[in-house]
């Protein structure tokens, strides 16, 4: 379905541990009874998974921060990969000395746009001046993410040199609130996504609008609202669009995405960065990935049964997935309410419960002006918290950091994870959830952390570091929960570090939530390196790519140019 590239994969290493992601043409990249939060979205969501080149401003966390940049995929081979697809000729010649319609080898440095801005012709390429078999040499796919926190839109330019459509470079840009926020308003949440649908016509030829499919993907925080409010605003969303603007509308392009296929495309885009899945890649040892949202978590590996005694048990976190002439079977799982906001809400309310009980007061004894200690926000920090005691409006309350730091937030984290609930069918992760055991059916590959887990550690590490162990990451929560003396010790005199500390109380839960989920959900063993990036290639990782790949390739809407 789709075609290769040569990408350097990642190099091996005897230690298994911290490994450089590679440079290339292309830049560098470098069981508890108490249950989670299922309420309202929180009003802190003030987050989103940007670019390294994407303008956000984190002071004021109320703001609708606005975000723009571009990226760029690396040229292709010389001559492109063949692949056998359904939509294709698979009868094409693969030898590529003998395919008439190979594209013209490279010559001196990259001559190829990089962005919109230094794009000559964005209604053409520079890589050829004929498309391969009947698609047209230029395509556009625009891919909007409606997240818990915000809306995004990446608008991806690929040319047809080859068999498949590659990748020249994205677009992207972001905005908040998300569509979940304008629950009771379907139009007020259609029009959010003006902007962006503005930017799209600003970086795409007019002549290529009618040909250029649109999708809205929503996620976890739309369909925590329920059937009739989500459906009221994607219907809304499709209606505005299709009204709006020229764009086409696909059947089936405007909706909540399951879980499984947010996690698979996610997949799909980073092992496709690294060149490890596709037509003509030997390696075996794809990367794991773990996505980390504001109301949803989703894990993604390939498991390895080969000399295993034991059976990859059937059900829904089995997906079988067919990607460019090779068979690849998936174990996923998505979290839905272990996305780090609802990590945060379920932990606040579980230490207010745990404080009123140890006080001997109710619930209802909670008023504005109640301060209780917690253990998960840095020592000496203060936060405002909105609480949600059973069968009573939300309350505002104020929490400070308390004496037990990372160890003591810990063991909060970890009862509301659920590790002891039931497990029916072992081995399992937590919440009772089914999981193949990463030591004996995924022992090699890499992990890839993204979204939330690359937000809060990347800051943390040191310059130009991609990678850490789950070790490392329990120190560097440890001494965040610590405070200001401890975050002296290990960062220095790093200004920039300590601004992100100080503005952000939570920062101690989050990470020991993060903590909590990779080493008691998902066991994974302190020493795996894992690699925090928010790019590949110039390309946000996520699921965008994989998912814009999926809608340009079936794309038939036909323009003239």
Not at 334 to 352: C, D, K, T
Not at 398 to 424: D, F, I, P, Q, W
Request: with cysteine.
């Amino acid at each position: 379905m789709f075609s290769s590239r040569k990408y350097t994969p990642l190099p091996t290493s005897s230690e298994g541990h911290r490994r450089k992601l590679p440079v290339t043409d292309g830049g560098s990249y470098a069981d508890s009874a108490y249950e989670p939060y299922v309420g309202a979205e929180p009003d802190d969501d003030e987050d989103y998974t940007a670019p390294p080149n994407t303008a956000v401003d984190h002071a004021d966390e109320d703001n609708h921060d606005l975000g723009v940049g571009s990226g760029t995929a690396p040229p292709p081979p010389s001559h492109p990969v063949s692949t056998a697809d359904e939509d294709e000729d698979e009868d094409e010649d693969e030898d590529e000395d003998e395919d008439e319609d190979e594209v013209p080898p490279m010559t001196g440095g990259n001559k190829h746009p990089t962005s919109f801005e230094t794009d000559p012709s964005p209604e053409s390429t520079t890589y050829c001046s004929k498309a391969y078999g009947v698609k047209p040499i230029v395509q556009y796919a625009l891919t909007i993410d409606a997240g818990s926190t915000g809306s995004r839109i990446h608008v991806y330019k690929f040319h047809n040199c080859g068999p498949s459509p590659q990748l020249e470079y994205e677009t992207f840009m972001m905005l908040k609130p998300g569509l979940s926020s304008f629950k009771d308003d379907p139009t007020a949440a259609a029009a959010s996504l003006d902007p962006l649908m503005e930017e799209a016509m600003r970086v795409m030829p007019k002549s290529l609008w009618s040909c250029s499919p649109v999708e809205v993907k929503a996620t976890a925080g739309l369909r925590l609202l329920g059937d009739k409010q989500s459906t009221a605003i994607l219907e809304e969303v499709r209606n505005h669009l299709e009204s709006k603007y020229k764009f086409p509308v696909p059947k089936g392009a405007i909706e909540i995405m399951e879980g499984k296929d947010e996690g698979v495309y996610a997949w799909i885009t980073a092992n496709y960065l690294l060149n490890k899945i596709g037509e003509g890649v030997k390696t075996t040892d794809t990367l794991a990935v773990m996505d980390l949202g504001g109301a949803s978590t989703q894990i993604v590996f390939e498991p390895d049964f080969t000399n295993s005694t034991d059976d990859f048990h059937e059900g829904d976190h089995k997906y079988e997935l067919s990607f460019m002439g090779k068979n690849h079977t998936l174990y996923q799982h998505s979290y839905l309410n272990y996305g780090l906001m609802r990590a945060r809400r379920s932990v606040h309310n579980l230490v207010a419960f745990m404080w009123q009980f140890s006080q001997q007061d109710e619930w209802d004894a909670l008023t504005e002006e109640t301060v209780v200690p917690n253990a998960c926000l840095s020592r000496g920090s203060k936060r405002r918290v909105s609480l949600d005691p059973p069968g009573r409006p939300a309350v505002n309350v104020t929490m400070h950091g308390a004496n037990g730091g990372y160890e003591s937030c810990k063991r909060t984290v970890e009862l509301m994870m659920g590790k002891e609930s039931l497990c029916k069918v072992e081995p399992c992760s937590f919440n009772g959830v089914y999981q193949p055991a990463l030591l004996d059916h995924f022992p090699k590959g890499d992990f890839l952390a993204l979204s939330y887990f690359t937000d809060r550690i990347k800051p943390l590490l040191a310059s130009k570091a991609d990678s850490l162990t789950l070790k490392d990451l329990k120190g560097i929560a440890s001494d965040v929960c610590d405070g200001p003396t401890s975050w002296k010790k290990r960062w220095g005199d790093n200004q920039e570090v300590m601004d992100e500390l100080e503005g952000r109380p939570e920062y101690c839960l989050d990470l020991t939530f993060m903590v909590g989920l990779l080493g008691l959900g998902y066991e994974i063993h302190d020493d795996r390196a894992l690699l925090v990036e928010k790019q590949l290639r110039g390309i946000e990782l996520g699921w965008a790519l994989g998912a814009g790949l999926a809608l340009v390739e079936k794309a038939s809407f036909k323009c003239v140019v």
